[in-house]
């Protein structure tokens, strides 16, 4: 093993100035930071880090002010520019800086400055800023060569995080010599350094420049022993490298600037972590807040803590499991090799002796203490957010005053201002900051127009600073903010209306993991009624984005995949229903039926004005036979007999309105449904789902009196005491009629049905009409018909035409009886046909 | 005529014959173990033949410092070995657990072998397992003439193991009725075995340990008790971790399994085994190989020994039915039934997979098809 014991040096013979070397939010470089300022005393710290915090240096002095904190350096003029160096209690940088103001001993920054680092950063391509470059000791950004990777491997270590953890983070504190360990990481890094030389990127030349000037200048100041400098152990050997003045200053010349400013925002254990935003590079901040504070035994601790957690969520873990947790995390760190157990051993103890060898409860101990929940604090003196800047300029942009009064603002999308006003809106109400809050529009309620009433509030100014969190800008905000709420979000409903805010936002970025996190939650989601309900939203949502011009390539991708899901589970989860669950599952028959049919529409004229981009292709592409396979699906539930009669009946109906089943096929599975072997409730029910609530079935009643005629017909037969319990749904069915329709039907009834035998199809047999229908005349509307549906010239397609409506292709005959109709659902073939013959034992005597 | 014991009837462990169908562990690797006892000076546990390390290495494989290689027995996590033998160094018992075909019994034998040199302590779980089989028995003749004594005691693996400090492994513990599996919770938390008969006891000597191996994932197994779960480290066997590697684990057993059925040789096409993994691999994690798409997970285990089944029934099907080359109609029936297990919700859960995620797939429509058919 490659401890670093051993160095023949002492306190005395420190060399000044002493170069701590350190790996960011290192805890044991931490303690080591602590106890090497303690034995040297230096007269000022020096800590990398930008110089323009200096001043904001006091505040970390204060009592509410609570790491993890960072220090946030913005440009003015674009504060979507920004970079972090966030600094948890752990960090050698926080706990030099801590040491300092305790001591009352002067710290300053001393990198490149941000007004320069900000400056590069718009010139590096996005995602290499210094948070990143931060956060990783190696700074692998500007270099190829990782250098504790080379360190490691030379002491035949396959991972360096470990490898440093080994000798440097969990070294006890039993070393006597405060600063050998960080003479050691200096030879190391020499060695490193000179192997690898002219790896070093430009930037790393220049930040060193300065560095090196700012440390010559401390050492001018306060003498030259006098001056501790905590850095990234990288730049160590540079920092001891005697360099010409004249040089440094040389590559310091000519850089670019912005205007910076910079201040101290709370961070979370969260944005530490790899996986969370700006991370710090390091996964596990939970465990080194841990490794830092615990006092001693800190795999006892840890496990004793892993133990509590555990409890709380209710599993069994006794004391004895832990002093098993804790032997076995020792035995495996022995047998690989280590000098204490590191994460991964106790990690592996709890998989194996608390968890039952599950990675279940591992998830929950990672999220709570591997990484934590801890937030911290910033006092309110520090200086404004730049969230709140950038909500100025918009509000200066978009000529929108924040007014404490009262007012209401009518914005039309179709203009640039409004819709820039009205995505602000939106952003800041998913941030919390509810400035706006839309109210309905009078007058016109076209998806183009939202009405707002507007006021300002004084505590919205603290909500603004609360959502500096999220993000510099306020759409960088929200964006953050909407994938948390995304990701948090409890129900499919609650993504969909966020999958809505988001559109209305223009927060596209957002939309994307929205839409990941809707399709990985659909997916999972058993409850068909739920996926209906999410469905319609969706769609909506599809159409909304078209009138705003949002790319909704993932929405309708998505949209596809819900309908999908809802086809093949809706036929099982509409048998064994109760009828109030019946009723609900028509509800959603009904809303299905309508977002697939406007899903189909949406993605029609897309597909043939612009081409869209491969990736939605398959998608967009499938939307034609969507409702191909709708209708397949309504055919199975039409056939089914476990079907509940309300759903079978209603998805006899939209077949029908569809054009996709004949009035022929329509009395016949009528016919079936009403048949005497038919329980009398079912067969109400069945009346209610065809031609019930609302959806304009009086009429079709009216006009096709051979249904008419089986209602008669099958209501005269029910017996007695049925009667009453069939009653109250009929008269439901029924009393949702206009006042005219109902009493033309009771006219016909009276009139008895068998009077007029020939009528057939729709149009004839309403009195005061002619038998016939007179071609001419009708002819003569359908330009205006046309015009009013907006169809165009062409009509190939209009299922309004009446002759087309009526023509159905019912030639196809199979003589079999009721499985005639099942056989039809599940197989896509849409000519699937009737016969005359069949029904003919419940039509006799009625039609013809 | 010779009077020779028959050799099916060998005492477990003494000797061994020649003509085994399959060697013990201890007996097949006898040299590996030999060359890691002779280099291996780490400290050993009471009564182990290794150390740990060189128990992790004999089961992981290596080179050892004079070069010798070491084959490995298991291959998968490293961690999974480690947490296993430290669990032993510890003397807690370890329970290996996973689905069919993760090589549970495989890594209790090489643990066994490595650590004691002896795999035989062993008792079998079934339904029908006695508690004579964990405890101790009788042989009444004795027991009848001399009345109860030690020498009329028939001592079980487990008594055995705990009077010579040696490992003894119990296959299927969840098979094992619950009241006998009770008997195992004295054991291992006392280390003692009661003789009440005799008034007696038989403590575990040092190196004492066991192995329970169980399928936590089938139907009718007889769930452990928490007092009994808390005595064992448990260490869950994964899944082989590529499709690769789980392509290639089916491929080989189907033709040994082929081969001793004696099936007519078909040419099983890769392919057609990589979609089976594949389909199996996608709807046990739960989500698509790309990660793009989340499914629904159906009930059955679809383990790597199911998929092997699935591709095996095939392989007949296309031999004395089929056209002599794997088709996948000749899989789709064979799938179905392996996927679904609940005639009502794995249904969906498979209708929804195939129009979903296999209807898109490019290169699949010959095999959704097929799928569709049977599934209709």
Redesign the interface.
């Known amino acids: 093993m490659t401890g670093i014991q051993e160095s023949g040096r002492s306190a005395e013979d420190a060399r000044w100035p002493l170069l701590l070397g350190v790996r960011h939010h290192g805890p044991g470089s931490a303690r080591a930071v602590r106890a090497a300022l303690e034995a040297a005393r230096p007269r000022t710290v020096l800590i990398e880090g930008p110089p323009e915090a200096d001043p904001l240096i006091p505040l970390a002095a204060g009592r509410d002010m609570r790491p993890p904190v960072a220090l946030l350096a913005h440009a003015v003029d674009e504060p979507g520019r920004s970079a972090f160096w966030p600094m948890a209690e752990f960090s050698p940088e926080w706990v030099a800086l801590r040491w300092a103001l305790e001591q009352g001993v002067p710290a300053r920054f001393i990198d490149l400055p941000a007004t320069h680092t900000l400056a590069w950063e718009g010139r590096a391509e996005a995602g290499d800023g210094p948070a990143a470059e931060e956060g990783s000791d190696a700074p692998g950004g500007t270099l190829r060569v990782d250098p504790l990777g080379a360190l490691a491997e030379a002491a035949g270590y396959d991972d360096a995080e470990r490898w440093w953890e080994d000798v440097v983070e969990h070294r006890g504190a039993g070393g006597r010599d405060p600063l050998a360990p960080f003479a050691a990481v200096e030879e190391a890094m020499t060695a490193v350094r000179e192997t690898h030389e002219g790896a070093e990127g430009d930037r790393d030349l220049v930040r060193e420049a300065h560095m090196r000037l700012q440390v010559r200048a401390a050492q001018r100041e306060f003498g030259g022993d006098a001056v501790a400098v905590v850095c990234g152990a990288w730049h160590v050997p540079a920092l001891r490298r005697k360099a010409a003045v004249a040089d440094d200053r040389a590559l310091l010349k000519g850089l670019a600037k912005v205007r910076a400013e910079l201040t101290w925002v709370p961070w979370t254990h969260r944005r530490l972590a790899r996986d969370g935003g700006y991370g710090a590079g390091i996964d596990s901040p939970g465990w080194y807040a841990h490794l830092f504070g615990a006092p001693d035994r800190p795999v006892e601790r840890w496990l004793t803590k892993v133990a509590g957690l555990l409890r709380a969520e209710d599993r069994?873990v006794?004391p004895?499991?832990v002093i098993?947790a804790v032997?076995?995390a020792g035995?495996?760190a022995?047998?690989?090799g280590r000098p204490l157990p590191g994460l991964?051993e106790t990690t592996?103890?709890v998989?194996?002796?608390l968890?039952?060898?599950?990675d279940v409860p591992l998830a929950l101990v990672r999220d709570r203490l591997v990484v934590g929940d801890v937030l911290g604090e910033v006092p309110s003196g520090a200086p404004a957010v730049p969230l709140q800047r950038d909500l100025d300029r918009a509000q200066r942009r978009l000529r929108l005053k924040p007014e404490a009064a009262e007012r209401e603002v009518e914005l039309d999308l179709r203009k640039d201002t409004d819709a820039g006003r009205s995505g602000l809106l939106h952003r800041l109400r998913l941030l919390g900051v509810e400035w706006g809050e839309p109210v309905a529009s009078r007058g016109s309620t076209g998806t183009f127009r939202e009405t707002w009433r507007l006021r300002w509030e004084p505590e919205l100014s603290v909500r603004v600073a609360e959502a500096g969190v999220w993000g510099t800008t306020v759409r960088a905000a929200a964006t953050a903010r909407a994938e948390a709420d995304a990701v948090c979000a409890r129900d499919l409903a609650g993504i969909t209306a966020l999958a809505e805010r988001c559109l209305a936002a223009a927060l596209p970025d957002a939309l994307s993991v929205v839409m990941r996190v809707l399709?990985?939650r659909a997916?999972?989601d058993?409850d068909v009624g739920r996926l209906a309900r999410a469905l319609p939203a969706l769609v909506r949502s599809l159409r909304y984005g078209d009138v705003r011009g949002t790319d909704t390539g993932a929405l309708a991708e998505v949209a596809t995949?819900l309908a999908?899901?809802i086809?093949?589970?809706l036929p099982?989860a509409c048998t064994g229903l109760d009828a109030d669950a019946a009723d609900e599952m028509r509800g959603h028959v009904d809303a299905v039926h309508g977002a697939v049919g406007l899903l189909a529409e949406t993605a029609a004229p897309r597909g043939s004005t612009d081409p869209p981009p491969s990736a939605t292709d398959?998608p967009l592409a499938r939307h034609g036979d969507l409702r191909a396979r709708w209708r397949a699906v309504l055919r199975t539930l039409s056939g089914r007999d476990r079907v509940a009669g309300v759903v079978r009946g209603r998805a006899v109906r939209l077949l029908l309105d569809d054009g996709e089943v004949g009035q022929e096929e329509a009395a016949r599975l009528m016919g079936l449904a009403l048949s005497p072997g038919t329980p009398p409730g079912d067969a109400a029910a069945w009346i209610e789902g065809f031609v019930g609530g609302g959806s304009g079935g009086g009429l079709l009643l009216v006009h096709d009196e051979r249904l008419l005629a089986l209602v008669d017909g099958w209501l005269t037969g029910v017996s007695a005491e049925a009667f009453t319990d069939v009653l109250p749904l009929l008269r439901r069915t029924f009393s949702a009629y206009e006042p005219g329709v109902r009493r033309t039907l009771g006219e016909l009834v009276r009139r008895g049905p068998g009077e007029r035998a020939d009528a057939v199809g729709p149009g004839a047999g309403a009195p005061g009409f002619a038998a016939g229908l007179d071609q001419e005349r009708a002819d003569a509307v359908l330009p205006v018909v046309r015009l009013l549906l907006g169809l165009g010239g062409t009509s190939d397609d209009t299922p309004d035409d009446p002759s087309a409506g009526t023509s159905d292709d019912n030639s196809a005959g199979t003589s079999d009886d009721n499985s005639a109709g099942t056989s039809a659902g599940?197989s896509d073939d849409n000519s699937a046909g009737t016969s005359d013959g069949n029904s003919d034992d419940s039509l006799a005597g009625v039609g013809r | 005529m010779s009077v020779s014991v028959d050799p099916t009837f060998v005492k477990p462990g003494q000797t061994q014959p020649a003509e085994a169908l399959r060697p013990h562990a201890e007996h097949a690797f006898a040299d590996e173990l030999a060359v890691l006892a002779a280099q291996d000076d780490r400290p050993r546990p009471a009564r182990w033949k290794l150390s740990p390390w060189a128990v992790a290495t004999y089961l992981l494989g290596g080179t050892l410092p004079d070069g010798t290689a070491i084959t490995p027995k298991y291959v998968g996590p490293r961690r999974i070995v480690e947490v296993a033998v430290s669990t032993l160094a510890t003397d807690r018992a370890l329970l290996l657990l996973g689905v069919p075909g993760t090589a549970k019994t495989w890594v209790s034998e090489h643990l066994a072998a490595a650590v004691s040199g002896d795999s035989t302590l062993l008792v079998q779980g079934t339904a029908g397992t006695p508690e004579e089989a964990i405890r101790y028995g009788w042989n009444y003749a004795q027991l009848l003439a001399h009345g109860p004594s030690r020498d009329a005691l028939v001592p079980s693996p487990v008594m055995r193991a705990m009077g010579e400090g040696a490992t003894v492994r119990v296959e299927e513990l969840t098979r094992v009725p619950a009241d006998v599996q009770d008997t195992l919770i004295t054991i291992l938390s006392e280390k003692t075995l009661p003789i009440p008969e005799l008034g007696q006891e038989v403590q575990a000597v040092r190196g004492f340990n066991l192995i329970a191996t169980a399928n936590d994932r089938d139907r009718g197994v007889n769930e452990l008790s928490s007092a009994l779960r808390r005595r064992f480290n448990t260490v869950v066997l994964p899944l082989p971790a590529s499709v690769d590697a789980e392509v290639d684990i089916v491929a080989r057993r189907v033709d040994q399994i082929g081969r001793s059925l004696e099936l007519p040789a078909v040419p099983h096409g890769v392919d057609e085994i990589r979609r089976v993994v594949t389909v199996f691999r996608e709807l046990r994690d739960g989500i698509t190989a790309d990660g793009r798409t989340k499914l629904k997970s159906p009930s059955g285990t679809l383990s790597t020994a199911e998929a092997i089944s699935v591709v095996t029934s095939g392989l007949a099907l296309a031999a004395h039915f089929g056209d002599g080359v794997l088709r996948p109609g000749d899989l789709a029936t064979g799938i179905l039934g392996a996927v679904v297990r609940d005639p009502a919700a794995d249904r969906v859960v498979w209708q929804e997979y195939l129009e979903t995620v296999l209807r898109e797939r490019d290169g699949w429509s010959d095999f959704y098809r097929a799928c569709r058919e049977v599934s209709a």
Do not use: I, M
């Open positions: 069994l006794s004895a499991h098993e032997r076995l035995t495996l022995a047998l690989r991964s592996d103890a998989r194996a002796v968890g039952d060898g599950s399709a990985d997916a999972l058993t995949g999908e899901r086809f093949v589970g099982p398959g599940t």
